[in-house]
């Protein structure tokens, strides 16, 4: 019964922003670890940002300095502020959870996370 819908992409030119929005229903963001994956054709699906009950968050690599990832109780929607974007940050984007999670030191694999939503294009041109 848990849906997670995505929605915030688009198409937008290097060194511009996007905000991705994810909204849940039955089901509270607040109550697990949420996650943002990208994933290209062709690609494995990379893990971009993930935050937990607590407020604690991990970004990937490529991504730190450049993205925040944040989540509004009130509207129970999990959101990944975009910045400074480059043509490598193009991808399908995906937002997921697992209950009863904790963020450690290192960004958790896809494989981790039990729910999916259906994922929102970003396209960045050069």
């Known amino acids: 019964q848990v849906r997670l819908v995505e929605s915030g992409g688009g198409s937008v030119q290097s060194g511009g922003s996007l905000r991705l929005s994810c909204t849940a229903s039955?089901?509270?963001?607040?109550?697990?670890?949420m996650g943002w994956f990208r994933q290209a054709p062709g690609k494995e699906r990379t893990g971009i940002a993930v935050i937990d009950r607590g407020g604690r968050t991990l970004y990937g690599d490529s991504v730190k300095g450049r993205f925040a990832i944040s989540q509004d109780n009130t509207a129970n929607t999990l959101y990944l502020q975009m910045n400074s974007l480059k043509p490598e940050d193009t991808g399908m984007y995906y937002c997921a959870t697992r209950p009863s999670c904790v963020v450690g030191s290192r960004l958790p694999s896809h494989r981790f996370f039990t729910y999916w939503g259906r994922g929102t294009q970003v396209t960045v041109s050069s």
């Open positions: 039955d089901y509270t963001v607040s109550s697990a670890c």
